[in-house]
């Protein structure tokens, strides 16, 4: 059974750094997608970044280019989120989850779909001086 561990939110001054990690397990399949996803109170669910595990190919939402930094540990089956420029808009529960989509750009768009689909349980991440 696919599972997915978040780890590394906090609180962080703005400006500051965090770098959050996804450990996967339980993955048969050769070709995957981990994304992270956000959601802070009152707001709906977005995409932040998601990444490939075959060829790394990798999608942003404009809100976090430039600051934001998804990369992949195929050997460990980790994926991170370095978190760079924090600001306070940034403040939500963060969420990994993995999925085989069509594209990278559409399982950040709309999020696990198919039976293969599965969530971490979110990590706390507050930018706040």
């Known amino acids: 059974q696919l599972q997915l561990v978040e780890s590394g939110g906090g609180l962080v001054q703005p400006g500051g750094s965090l770098r959050l990690s996804c450990a996967a397990s339980g993955f048969t399949k050769s070709y995957y997608v981990i994304g992270w996803f956000r959601q802070a109170p009152g707001k709906e669910r977005e995409g932040v970044s998601c990444?490939?595990?075959?060829?790394?190919?990798?999608y942003y939402a404009n809100s976090v280019k430039g600051r934001f930094t998804i990369s992949r540990d195929n050997a460990k089956n980790t994926v991170y989120l370095q978190m760079n420029s924090l600001k306070p808009e940034d403040t939500a529960v963060y969420y990994c989850?993995?999925?085989?989509?069509?594209?990278?750009?559409?399982?950040?768009?709309?999020?696990?779909?198919?039976?293969?689909?599965?969530w971490g349980q979110g990590t706390q991440v507050t930018v706040s001086s």
């Open positions: 989850a993995a999925d085989r989509p069509n594209s990278v750009q559409a399982m950040c768009v709309v999020g696990p779909l198919s039976d293969f689909g599965s």
């Open positions: 990444i490939s595990s075959s060829d790394g190919t990798t």
